[in-house]
């Protein structure tokens, strides 16, 4: 081999980066010992940017295009080097390519709960996961913070350093934020959106990064708080007593035997001990003559009223009625009523631990 072969090959004349791959990041260029030749081309493609290293300490950067490596164009490293008098010989020096390209389809997710103050239902453990697109943006924090003096980052090893710190400052904005859970499961890429303002200028000055699409497919929470609301949203029905009895009759028709259908079927006994109760209203407001007296011996008078027992007042007060009373009359528990009477929906007037009902109370509670 001539002597000018020889020194060819210890120089790098040409300086370039072809990427054949989808999925590298940041390239060592492998000079392989070899000097840097004073006037070298170093070219640099569209979606690229060339970052020079000399002793540990970043050096100059070169963004898309064609550059001759001479004094004029390196001033960083010249000032590192401490050429004074300029280049004039060749020169070693790290070269890293970093792709700028856009990345998308990148997953992340919780590998924990997250707690959340809400104000709805108090702290909730929620985990969530999604995808996101990210781009370089400062090539020196990128190479520093992230991918170090790999020679070939690619980006697996990407999502695996970033997910658990792209979950924190999601974690952090979302707390910040201080979204409602309800919002945040109906409006995923409304949410998405609007955190890219919070999420953004703190992945660009900790990992030189901008994540142009941010996209939360799942936020999901533990089943005692999915089942208060489902609660919550079944009670947006009910208004009043009257339609609390309406829906609570309707969920009997479906669910029957379940144990749930002991409940309704108290609600649709009230419903029906109303009509009845209605009724004997009506029966009650007729003008009333007074039975002829039975001769001695004879059997006591039977009330019409089938399976009904004549309310029992106190003397001097039959205008007022206990609880008993009012159950008895409306064909339902006692039980009922009282929580009826506590709610308010029925009037009545409590002395000690005894409640009292007038019968014009009641004719207005039928009729509501």
Known sequence: MSLINY???????????????????????????????NGAQLIVRESQTAQFMYLGQFGDTFVPGKHTLVTENIPILATLKGWNYGLHSPFKAD?????????TGNKWGTANPIMMRDPDFGVVRARAYGTYDFHVTDVKT?????????????????????????????????TTAKVPVLDVASRYTELG??????INP???????????????????VPPEVEQAIDRRSSMGAVGNLNDYVK??????????????????????????????GQQMMAAMNQPQTTPP??????????????????????PGSADLMTSADVARTLGVSEADV????????????KIGSMWRVTKSALDEFLKS
């Open 7 to 37: 020194l060819k090959t210890q120089f790098l004349e040409i300086i370039e980066w072809q990427d054949d791959s989808r999925d590298t990041i940041s390239f060592h260029y492998p000079d392989k010992d070899n000097e840097i030749k």
């Open 95 to 103: 070269v890293y390519f970093v792709n700028t390209r856009l990345f």
């Open 142 to 174: 990128f190479l520093r913070e992230v991918a170090g003096t790999d020679d070939h980052f690619r980006l697996e090893e990407f999502s695996d350093t970033m997910r658990s710190r792209i979950v924190s400052v999601f974690t952090e904005a979302l």
């Open 193 to 198: 959106a609007a955190l890219l303002p919070a």
């Open 202 to 220: 703190v992945v660009a000055a900790k990992y030189g990064i901008e994540i142009s699409s941010f996209i939360l497919e799942n936020v999901s």
């Open 247 to 276: 829906f609570q009759m309707a969920q009997s028709m479906t669910e029957g035997g379940s144990p749930a259908g002991s409940m309704a079927g108290t609600a649709a006994g009230l419903g029906a001990g109303l009509t009845m």
């Open 293 to 314: 007296a039975a001769p001695p011996g004879a059997a006591p008078p039977v009330i019409p009223v089938t399976g009904i027992t004549p309310p029992s007042s106190p």
């Open 338 to 349: 009282l929580a009826t009477l506590e709610k308010g929906d029925l009037k009545g007037k």
